[in-house]
């Protein structure tokens, strides 16, 4: 204006949601406030984390270990394996894949090929401490056992650690924790799926996602008679809601008759059952018939033929 002042108006950024994290045999802590206990298969992936051109699944290790003091046993599982694919490049759509490996890291919890991957149909690499690479719009950091992975607004931590208090011989002895953040608005812009994914979706309208209730992939565990019973008693649901009842079937169950006295009523209504015959009426089953034994030509002779005469004599009996 005339007095010199310049007003600027600043469009504010869109704010950044609160990060969802995985940690420890694992405990599931969603972006919105929800908690929940996962409980993997041994050796099975799971898909943590889907949205448009990136893609984050883990491999789950069963380990047994000591809490309280040791005065309690858990049979738990953690997560050892982490696995990252992307298109990035836009119109190029160059693959990039990434793996963290927690055998990889040593008593000290560092390794040098901690991480190993590829860019587009390039050569393969491994990352360990201190290294970085880039792969067009995706970049990746390694410092000492936490991996950072940023991609169009979304970050990915993975750590590696110990577990402790083991108790078994065999399994692993490293776990991955990994944690999901969004900047610039991404979560509202891909509306991400997963066991983690599906909680950084919060549109304005819409029910918060930490309702979503997943009984084969939260707690209760997948393979415990907790989640068996909860998907018997959906099937039953299912069946009652789809299955006419006895009420209101059409079908007239027939009473058994005895022996050949069983009878169709046509002339009945459909909800009446036709009276049966007394029993006083009903005819002797009738007894079987001997079997007769058919005697082979030739091998029997009538008495009147004499004994003397050729059995190819061309008489007949």
């Known amino acids: 204006d005339a007095g010199g002042n310049v007003q600027l108006w600043v469009e504010p950024s869109p704010p950044s949601s609160p990060p969802a994290s995985v940690d420890k045999d694992p405990h599931l802590h969603f972006a919105h406030g929800g908690r929940a206990d996962f409980r993997g298969k041994h050796g ?84 360990g401490v201190g290294s970085k690479r880039q792969c067009e719009e995706l970049s990746v950091a390694v410092d000492m056992s936490t991996a950072v992975v940023s991609l169009r607004g979304w970050r990915l931590t993975v750590k590696g650690n110990h577990i402790y208090d083991r108790t078994s011989t065999s399994g692993p002895h490293h776990r991955l924790d990994l944690s999901f953040a969004s900047e610039g608005g991404a979560a509202r812009r891909d509306l991400p799926h997963g066991v983690i994914g599906e909680t950084r979706t919060h549109v304005q309208g819409r029910s918060p996602p930490d309702t979503f209730r997943r009984s084969t992939q939260h707690c209760p565990p997948v393979d415990s008679p907790q ?91």
């Open 44 to 127: 099975q992936l799971y898909a943590f984390f889907s949205a448009p051109g990136l893609s984050v699944n883990v491999r789950t290790e069963e380990a047994s270990f000591l809490l309280h003091n040791g005065k309690l046993e858990v049979d738990g599982s953690f997560i050892t394996e982490a696995h990252l694919v992307a298109r990035v490049g836009g119109a190029k759509a160059k693959l990039a894949r990434l793996s963290y490996w927690a055998s990889e890291l040593n008593k000290d919890n560092w390794g040098w090929r901690v991480i190993n991957g590829t860019c587009g149909g390039g050569a393969p690499f491994h990352l």
């Open 227 to 317: 989640a068996s019973r909860l998907l018997r008693q959906r099937r039953a649901t299912a069946k009652s809601t789809t299955t006419p009842s006895r009420a209101t079937s059409a079908r007239v169950q027939w009473p058994r008759a005895p022996s050949r006295a069983r009878r169709v009523c046509t002339s009945c209504s459909p909800r009446t059952t036709p009276a049966l015959p007394s029993l006083a009426s009903t005819p002797p089953p009738r007894p079987p018939r001997p079997r007769r034994r058919l005697a082979r030509a030739g091998r029997r002779r009538h008495p009147w033929i004499d004994a003397s005469m050729p059995r190819k004599s061309g008489l007949r009996a």
